[in-house]
Nanobody
C-alpha cells in the first residue's frame, strides 16, 4: 500500500515562505504524476500544482503561478512545493496526491490514486 506523508506546514506572515514536502513510502512506489491540492474551510479541494515525474513538466493554478514552485527528487521519492510571497488567501490544508497511470487531466481530483493526510498552512495578514 502506498502512503504519502506531507510535512513543512506552519504559521507564516504574509510575504513569507514555506516549503512543503511529500514523501512516498515503500520501494514499490511508482508515479506518473504528482500534485498538490489545497482545501480551505468551507471550500472544495482545489488544484495547486502538478509535476510529471519522468519529464519534470509542471503545471500551476493561476492563483499561485509565479509564487509557488513544484519539484521532485526521484531518488527520495519526494515531491516539494516551495511557496513564496504567501498571502492570507493561501491559508488551507495542503494535500499531496499521486497518479500511477498516464493520462487524465492534471487538475482533476479523480485523476489521482493516492492522497496524503494533509498539512496545515496558515498565513497571517
Amino acid at each position: 500500500q502506498v502512503q504519502l506523508v506531507e510535512s513543512g506546514g506552519g504559521l507564516v506572515q504574509a510575504g513569507g515562505s514555506l516549503r512543503l514536502s511529500c514523501a512516498a513510502s515503500g520501494r514499490t512506489f511508482s508515479s506518473y504524476r504528482m500534485a498538490w491540492f489545497r482545501q480551505a474551510p468551507g471550500k472544495e479541494r482545489a488544484f495547486v500544482a502538478a509535476i510529471t515525474w519522468s519529464s519534470g513538466i509542471t503545471y500551476y493554478a493561476d492563483s499561485v503561478k509565479g509564487r509557488f514552485t513544484i519539484s521532485r527528487d526521484n531518488a527520495k521519492n519526494t515531491v516539494y512545493l516551495q511557496m513564496n510571497i504567501l498571502k492570507p488567501e493561501d491559508t488551507a490544508v495542503y494535500y499531496c496526491a499521486a497518479q500511477t497511470s498516464s493520462g487524465g487531466y492534471y487538475r482533476a481530483i479523480g485523476s489521482y490514486d493516492y492522497w496524503g493526510q494533509g498539512t496545515q498552512v496558515t498565513v497571517s495578514s
